[in-house]
């Protein structure tokens, strides 16, 4: 395959089909840098030079009643997480400013362990927290709280909410082999409800949970037609006492290189970011995500595991000639 003439194709409006998503994340070592070199043309047509940073607050841990196997917050699991109860509004709204005044992120998360909101009163500390961080800050306000009523979803935007996270995980055909506690249909129905609220979705997955090839380009499809706004790419950092960390198989940079490839290829006009797994999957080829076209990272700490430190990712943005987006001038 001419993957330079194919990122001409995908820049100029072209969709491609499955078969020759699955082509791009089939791709040999040997021939990953031609490929990543194709979709760093993609990401600076449709993305530019800039990247966004999304930082999150861990609002509530662990005591989570569903059994997704990766996850280290399942009460099913036997971890040792830490686990506490939703924080006050006055923490959350101090770990937004720690985000965007010494990380420079954009875009600042509440995320919460759990089904959905647990106790009555979480909702309006959640509302006081999104008017706090809308007042004193630029940041794009985003939450991460499981499946939440219409009713809650509009008091939230009320509030201040402009995005909400809520991944896929996986493709349709492999979801039962990590969840059986809810469908995947419920985690389709909470995208489209959040769509339908007017909000940006951020909606992604978790790779090396036993998925196939064809299941990472399904899952790639499914969010295209749901037309999600921002795809965070998520690699499995295995923790102790999860059923996913007994079967784990390291993945190789390149391949993870392939996939954040194949998806910009995909999802060309999408934010797509690697997050969770960075560090250990890619080592020492971080900075080729973006050249593999992602144009978002997560910077801080992810849910349960330390990140590299900010000053680092800023440092490694700016290694490779790329600048850190800023909400300058948004009001
Ligand atoms: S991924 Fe979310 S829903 Fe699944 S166990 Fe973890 S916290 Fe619960």
């Known amino acids: ?5 194919l990122s001409t194709s995908v820049i100029k409006g072209k969709h491609l089909t499955s078969e020759e998503a699955l082509e791009l994340i089939k791709t040999s070592d040997d021939d990953t ?15 530019g030079n800039q990247i966004k940073l ?30 506490y109860p939703l924080m006050q509004s006055e923490q959350i709204v101090e770990a937004a400013r720690q985000a965007e005044k010494e990380m420079n992120a954009t875009c600042f998360s509440i ?46 935007k009320e509030a201040g909410l402009s995005n909400f996270h809520h991944n896929l995980e996986t493709s349709r055909s492999h979801f039962e082999k990590i969840c059986t ?25 978790i790779f090396n949970v036993g998925e196939s090839l064809e299941q990472r380009i399904e899952l790639a499809m499914t969010l295209k037609e749901l037309d999600v706004d921002q795809v965070p790419i998520n690699i ?16 190789s940079p390149f391949e993870v290189l392939r996939l954040i490839a194949a998806y910009r290829f995909v ?20 900075p080729l995500m973006f050249i593999a076209g992602a144009n978002v990272t997560l910077i801080g700490n992810y849910l349960t595991v330390k990140g590299q430190s900010a000053q680092k990712d800023l440092e490694m943005i700016q290694s490779i000639g790329l600048d850190v987006q800023t909400n300058a001038g948004q009001t």
């Not at 841990?61 to 996850?71: D, L, Q, V």
């Not at 295995?238 to 007994?246: D, F, L, N, Q, S």
Request: aromatic residues 4%.
């Open 1 to 5: 395959m001419n993957f330079s003439r």
């Open 33 to 47: 840098f031609e490929l990543i070199a194709a979709a760093n043309k993609v990401r600076r047509a449709k993305k």
């Open 54 to 83: 999304c930082a999150i607050v861990n609002a509530r841990s662990g005591k989570c009643s569903e059994n997704c196997s990766f996850c280290a917050q399942s009460a099913h699991h036997n971890t040792s997480v830490d686990i």
């Open 111 to 156: 995320v919460t362990s759990g089904k959905g909101i647990i106790r009555d009163g979480d909702i309006y500390t959640l509302q006081a927290a999104l008017k706090s961080i809308a007042g004193e800050s630029r940041l794009n306000r985003c939450v991460s709280l499981g499946m939440v009523s219409k009713e809650h979803l509009n008091i939230l």
């Open 181 to 205: 506690t809810h469908s995947y249909d419920d985690r389709i129905k909470a995208v489209k409800m959040a769509k339908e609220a007017g909000l940006k979705v951020c909606s992604g997955g």
């Open 236 to 251: 499995l950092h295995p923790v102790a006492g999860t059923p996913a960390a007994k079967d784990h198989h390291a993945i």
């Open 267 to 286: 999802l060309p006009d999408k934010d797509i970011g690697l997050f969770g797994g960075r560090e250990s999957s890619l080592g020492q080829l971080q």
